[in-house]
């Protein structure tokens, strides 16, 4: 089985989760990762993980792994909380959406909040040999019926039996394998920030705002979201055992905040990028001055040197492909609106279902091409469901653009 080479474009969470399960059955597996380091870009932000997440993961990490992953992830006091601008509870609205459909692992809630660069480093370890950094996958030649040829941006190539893009939204792979597929703007635009959680933090911040994921909306879709990760166990033994840069991360909770609001309410984007980090906080501090004290207090409390202008965008479900040596996971083909929370669930969910296939498929346990088919077809089911319920939530609470049909 060793000879079966899969190349995988991308080391995020769905790229390292399908290498891990890979390298596990014994299969050849690389990771082409276009940063430096797991350390060189530190995304900082906070996820929701449901079910269907932690199933994924759970498949996929030896038992202290996973200890350390629920460890250092935290459990919310309660689910999703919507509230007006003066900090009235809105109509609770329908949150199953934001449920994963994995199975109940029993030392986890359905729901649990995780650093999204903690993950990435729990999914390295063990990985360290399988990693390549510091060169993009730029394209492939597609060489039917043989093995596929992997461009690097440093010049050099690799050869896989297999070439997954797992590189995200601006996925060099779907854009050559899929060229018709397209990625739309969402007519929101969000200015993000961390948010320290200390004990002196803590102590502003009114305790009904510390949920999975709660959100701070007047009627013209201009909200305040506030997401805390307060890590269940950072005194852990496992925790202890690792190096300084990760002890230290683990050692700090922290909130990501995000003020949105409707394209045709901003600035526009070179501005917006463009503007200092303290002249965006003073930007939304105008914006919400009337806003409960509160509200105006927790973007007080950004931290400067996280605030930055984000244009996240989404894709449009595309219609059926032929399957050949050359596949898609995660944001690389479906990246949707944030509004449930679910797009880096769905991305795990990928890596299990196409490393399933693609192990039975090294095994001889079916042909290469219906694996991949396989995987495909399964996917374009529940992750175009997910990305068309995200954009519909989307479009209620965020006041995203709708989501075209299907191209
Ligand atoms: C602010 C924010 C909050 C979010 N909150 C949630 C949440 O609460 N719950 C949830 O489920 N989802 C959430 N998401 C969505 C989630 O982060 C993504 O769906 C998930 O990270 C997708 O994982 P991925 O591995 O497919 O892609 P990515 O995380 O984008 O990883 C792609 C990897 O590929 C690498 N790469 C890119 N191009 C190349 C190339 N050409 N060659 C080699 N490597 C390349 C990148 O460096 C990166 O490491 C959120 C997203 C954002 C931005």
Redesign the pocket.
């Known amino acids: 089985m060793s000879d079966f080479r899969v190349a995988i ?8 989760t399908l290498a891990r399960h890979l390298h596990h059955h014994g299969l050849d597996v690389v990771v ?4 430096a380091d797991l350390l060189t ?1 530190n ?1 900082g ?6 079910s269907t ?1 932690t199933t994924a993961l759970k498949s996929v990490l030896d038992p202290r792994l996973w200890e350390l992953f629920v460890a250092t992830a935290g459990m919310p006091r309660q689910q999703i909380r919507h509230f007006d601008e003066q900090l009235n509870p809105s109509l609770i609205r329908d949150t199953s959406g934001s449920a994963g459909d994995g199975k109940a692992t029993g030392d986890v809630p359905e729901h649990l ?1 995780a650093d ?1 660069s903690t993950m ?1 480093k729990i999914l390295y370890t063990g990985l360290e040999k399988r990693m390549r950094f510091g ?4 394209g492939y030649r597609h060489n039917p019926g043989a093995r596929v040829t992997v461009c ?2 440093n010049g050099e190539n690799d050869e896989a039996d297999v070439l997954v893009g ?8 779907r854009a050559q394998l899929l060229p018709h597929a397209s990625v739309i703007d969402r007519g929101v635009r ?1 200015i ?1 920030a961390r948010i320290p959680l200390t004990a002196a933090t803590k102590r502003e911040i009114p305790d009904e705002l510390y949920s999975l ?1 709660t959100l701070v909306s007047d009627s013209q879709h201009d909200m305040i979201n506030f ?1 805390p990760l307060e890590r269940s166990n950072p005194r852990s033994p496992l925790v202890a055992e690792r190096d300084e840069a990760f002890r230290c991360e683990v050692g700090n909770d922290f909130a ?1 905040s ?1 003020f949105s609001s409707l394209t045709t309410r901003l600035p526009a984007d070179a501005e917006l990028s463009k503007a200092h980090p303290e002249a965006l906080r003073r930007y939304v501090l105008k914006r919400i001055a009337s806003w409960h004290p509160g509200v105006v207090e927790l973007v007080r409390m950004w931290t400067l040197d996280t605030v930055q202008p ?1 244009a ?1 965008r989404r894709s449009v479900p595309t219609s059926p492909w032929a399957p050949t040596n050359i596949t898609v ?4 083909i479906h ?2 609106s ?1 509004a449930l ?7 795990l969910r ?1 890596a299990q279902v196409l490393g399933a296939e693609l192990v039975a498929a090294a095994m001889g346990g079916k042909p290469l091409l219906t694996a991949v088919s396989d995987y495909e077809h399964t996917m374009r089911g529940y992750a175009f469901d997910a990305v068309r319920a995200s954009a519909a939530m989307g479009e209620r609470i965020i006041g995203h653009a709708p989501l075209p049909a299907r191209t």
Request: charged share 15%; proline share 3%.
């Open positions: 474009a991308g080391g995020g969470l769905a790229g390292m082409h990762e276009r940063d870009r995304p932000y906070r996820l929701h993980i449901n997440g909040v999204r990435r060169a993009r996958v730029i690097l941006s797992a590189n995200g939204i601006n996925s060099a792979v969000h993000a994921f997401g990501l995000i984000l996240l996971i995660g944001d690389a990246a949707m944030p929370g679910i797009g880096a669930n769905t991305a990928d």
